[in-house]
């Protein structure tokens, strides 16, 4: 093995600490996976390491050396979902860009474990502050910042005027599906989000 002058290996200095643990990403990517399934599963409440560390076919210790808590474990998944964020539409009309984000929105809340996990967590999160505010950043700041950018090239286009509410158009764009999927669960029918869309640009005044 080469060594340097002083006939030391220079490789050393980049060695891991003797003792170090080495966090394996494949274990990471299967304990984030399990924490959808679980909550999914059980809820907030009732989900525990134990759990997520069996449907993730880890030790326990693998999980307490990422996160501390379930709460923590819960809040850097959250946070993932939020930076992900919304694909930003560019169809070249206002209708249509609304028309894209309700067909994205529309299948996620359909997936069986969001329509489990979303309603359970809010309601966790009036009792957590820490959840509440990992919450906003996923299901509206992340969210926000994509219907600015669609309300502002509408406003460019001149489909919209400059004074638009970018907070109402949010509204419009996610709570009749929330609604709709989450709350009465009900199946959209047929011609629905088109008709949506269509409501949602007139609302915003659209010309």
Request: proline fraction near 5%; hydrophobic fraction near 50%.
């Amino acid at each position: 093995m080469a060594k340097n002058g002083n006939g030391n290996d220079p490789a050393a200095g980049r060695r891991a600490p003797a003792g170090a643990a080495v966090l394996r990403e494949d274990k990471t990517e299967a304990i984030r996976a399990a924490v959808f399934e679980e909550l999914a599963a059980v809820g907030f409440a009732r989900m525990s390491i134990e759990g997520i560390a069996r449907r993730a076919g880890v030790g326990k210790t693998a999980v307490y050396r990422r996160w501390r808590s379930k709460l923590h474990l819960v809040l850097d998944v959250v946070s993932a979902v939020a930076a992900a964020g919304l694909p930003t539409p560019d169809t070249g009309s206002l209708r249509g860009d609304v028309r894209m984000l309700l067909e994205v929105a529309a299948r996620a809340l359909r997936h069986p474990m969001a329509s489990q996990i979303i309603p359970d967590l809010l309601a966790e999160a009036a009792r957590s502050p820490e959840l509440a505010t990992a919450l906003r950043a996923a299901l509206h700041d992340s969210q926000e910042g994509v219907a600015a950018a669609v309300v502002a090239s509408a406003v460019a286009r001149g489909e919209l005027p400059q004074d638009v509410d970018t907070r109402l158009a949010l509204d419009l764009l996610t709570g009749p599906l929330y609604w709709r999927l989450l709350v009465v669960r009900d199946e959209l029918p047929k011609g629905y989000l088109d008709a949506l869309a269509g409501s949602v640009a007139a609302a915003l005044g659209a010309e």
